[in-house]
């Protein structure tokens, strides 16, 4: 047991070592692995079976320690913010709680990533199961967590223009949608566009269950070409222009 536990530690750090090496290298080698969904990519897991609950919680391991550090963190406050109040007891349906967060790295470039977490968890008495994402995108030579107030102009109206370009795009995709539930969940509000991803040509807006529709609908994500954007992003953001 103890050699197979080493074997997974070597196998992480041969990992981290892989892609730190591409992130020092091409920009086009990253752009090829975006798209893989966790574990794919250099994680860490907790993964726990016993009292009626099942939890399965992946995180990805970068290059630099302090956002190792937060990245631990989240995943360890959602487990147990999760486990507060759990009921013992098992469902009709003999299903017991279960919380499952998986993620999804996007590049923007050698040093800019974006990683999308999902969500999904159920609990005993629930009438359905719950969904929820959540984004943090670092740059890796800082550590720093970057938000859209860090890539736009300051005062300027870059949220009422991500709003008019959402709703056009929802309008679009969901044309039986209420388009009163479209336009309040993606009004000009920060609220609204905290979650995103940078890709190396778009902007990516992410949008939760019954944020901008009814259920069926599920988590829409609109995406903005940098071009469209062009006088409200600031031009000492780091992104590539």
Same mark, same amino acid.
């Given at each position: 047991?103890?050699?197979?536990?080493?074997?997974?530690?070597?196998?992480?750090?041969?990992?981290?070592?892989?892609?730190?090496?591409?992130a020092l290298g091409s920009t086009s080698l990253l752009a090829q692995t975006q798209g893989k969904?966790?574990?794919?990519?250099?994680?860490?897991?907790?993964?726990?079976?016993?009292?009626?609950?099942?939890?399965?919680?992946?995180?990805?391991?970068?290059?630099?320690?302090?956002?190792?550090?937060?990245?631990?963190?989240?995943?360890?406050?959602?487990? @147990?913010?999760?486990? /507060?109040? +759990?009921?013992?007891?098992?469902?009709?349906?003999?299903? =017991?709680?279960?919380?499952?967060? #998986?993620?999804?790295?996007?590049?923007?470039?050698?040093?800019?990533?974006?990683?999308?977490?999902?969500?999904?968890?159920y609990t005993v008495g629930q009438a359905h199961p719950w969904n929820n994402?959540?984004?943090?995108?670092?740059?890796?030579?800082?550590?720093?967590?970057?938000?859209?107030?860090?890539?736009?102009?300051?005062?300027?109206?870059?949220?009422?223009?991500?709003?008019?370009?959402?709703?056009?795009?929802?309008?679009?995709?969901?044309?039986?949608?209420?388009?009163?539930?479209?336009?309040?969940?993606?009004?000009?509000?920060?609220?609204?566009?905290?979650?995103? @991803?940078?890709?190396? /040509?778009? +902007?990516?807006?992410?949008?939760?269950?019954?944020?901008? =529709?009814?259920?069926?609908?599920? #988590?829409?994500?609109?995406?903005?070409?940098?071009?469209?954007?062009?006088?409200?992003?600031?031009?000492?953001?780091?992104?590539?222009?």
């Amino acid at each position: 047991m103890s050699m197979e536990r080493g074997f997974g530690r070597k196998l992480v750090f041969l990992m981290i070592l892989a892609i730190c090496g591409v992130a020092l290298g091409s920009t086009s080698l990253l752009a090829q692995t975006q798209g893989k969904i966790g574990p794919v990519d250099p994680h860490e897991q907790i993964i726990e079976h016993a009292n009626n609950t099942d939890i399965e919680v992946y995180y990805p391991v970068t290059c630099n320690k302090k956002i190792n550090k937060k990245l631990a963190t989240f995943a360890a406050r959602e487990v @147990a913010d999760f486990k /507060k109040n +759990l009921p013992a007891e098992k469902s009709s349906s003999g299903s =017991g709680n279960q919380l499952d967060i #998986s993620f999804k790295t996007y590049h923007y470039s050698s040093n800019i990533k974006t990683f999308k977490f999902d969500l999904s968890g159920y609990t005993v008495g629930q009438a359905h199961p719950w969904n929820n994402i959540v984004t943090k995108t670092y740059d890796l030579a800082t550590g720093k967590e970057l938000s859209l107030a860090d890539i736009f102009k300051t005062n300027s109206a870059y949220l009422q223009e991500l709003s008019e370009q959402s709703i056009r795009s929802l309008i679009m995709q969901m044309p039986n949608e209420d388009k009163r539930l479209i336009r309040e969940g993606a009004a000009p509000k920060a609220e609204n566009f905290e979650r995103f @991803a940078l890709t190396e /040509k778009e +902007l990516i807006i992410f949008f939760n269950v019954y944020q901008v =529709g009814s259920r069926p609908e599920g #988590s829409p994500e609109v995406r903005l070409p940098y071009a469209s954007l062009k006088s409200f992003i600031e031009p000492d953001s780091g992104r590539k222009r």
